[in-house]
């Protein structure tokens, strides 16, 4: 019986390793798909189509790109950051942001039209992004719209492991009047926060996440043995929202809220709340005051954000 | 001039008698005729000495005057250099060369200025042209004051043509 129970037991532990094995296989096969955008500008009217220029964008799963255009008085910063969140699924945050130039004040100043938009598309691999950076121009002859339309197609490298890692950009076909570029790079987007609660220097509360990039994550702050007043639940809200290429470490922009947890009534208030610029792998301190937590005690708070280790091989 | 007398006649012309041998020789030549030529030859003879003596201590005078006034050296203009003759050849042709330099180089510079205007007017109408070019394949044509859109579609197959190279559909 016993030996049964031994054998049943090796079992079950081959088939779950095996199965981790084949996870992680295929997490570090979907590591290295690689994604081409092909982004052609087109300007189209009811009848006619004609592309105007072509550029193809290649480069590992999770390469981010921007689109930006700018005329005379017009300027487009259309950003788009990229993440393989199913084998047939792209998650495209997009940000638009433009500036129009719309004429000048009594006191002869140029005056500016602005829009920003934030957009999350999931998108498959058998649609399109269209953008149109002008809006929609209907009705009328010669009224024609112009298009920018992004194609993902998703792809297994089979050159070798060097250059499977290597962006690369192709202008297939360049715009005259050279009024659109095309920017292509790959930052991590997965990062992995800590976050721990000091009283007098000691620890008291900790909670690890991992963060998405440009997009707010809930860390709550598990309460361990030191924290005598277990009713001081908190939870931080995260976010990462900027990274910048450094040496020796990368930067990040950060952003926080802070919220204490009430049991009594289950409702939660916002404590403290801010943003910084934190050096990748080294800790960022804020001091909690006494009025904010109703305690004699000086309260510390700490935040340590690292590039995920999935992005640490990238 | 046969007469004894005629050597007194001269004497008494020039005033270097006596009272008394003045009168006897007056008398003299106003009986001889050849004493009365003889006078007549001298004081004609002096009459020219002092004219000419007259003129040259009037021009003396002049000079001086005019060197008391101006100066004594005469100015440069009135001077007169000496050059030799190689050297006045080739100072010649110093000048002439320096004239159809001068010659040249203005009419070179006129025909400069000429080309100058007409390239600028060439490059201002190459800008207008560029300019116009410019507006004509710039993407503001397509500017309405529309506000930008994004949204995901299905992909249409003019994608697919489109990365064969195709232009239109």
Redesign the interface.
Known sequence: MKIKKVFLLITILFTVSLIGVNRSLSAKADEQKRVRF?I?A??ENST?????S?TTIEGLAGTDFNVN?Q????K?H?SFICDLVAPDKLKIK?K?D?R?FYGYSPANLPLYEE?A?N?T???GF????????????SGGSG????KI?I?PTLFADVSSAESSDALKININKP???G??TVEAFKNPHRFQVEAIVLADGREIARGTSEVLFDEEQEIRLAPNTAAKNSAQLLTAKFTVNKYTRNRPQDFVGIGYRIFQAHLENQAQTEILSGSGIAILGNDLRYQLNNNQLADDKKYELRFNVRAALSEQNK | MDCKFAEKTSLLIDGELSLEEAESIKAHIAECSECQQMEKDFLYFRQQIQESVSGAVWEAREKAQTAHFIGRKSPLWKKWISLPAPVFTALLFLLAGFGAWAIISTINRHKNLTVAEELTEKSLLEKENRQTI?NE????????????????????P??ES??HG????
């Open positions: 092909q052609v087109a300007q006619e189509r004609k592309v105007l072509q255009l005329t005379a008085n017009f487009l259309a997009s638009l433009t129009r829009d938009q957009h598309l999931i998108l058998d649609e399109n992004i269209v953008l149109l950076p002008f809006g929609r121009n009224n024609e719209t112009l339309e194609t715009l005259p009047s009024e659109i | 410019l394949i710039s993407l503001s044509r397509f500017d309405r004051g529309g506000r930008a859109e994004i949204y995901a579609t299905r992909r249409q003019s994608i489109d990365k195709s232009d239109t559909r």
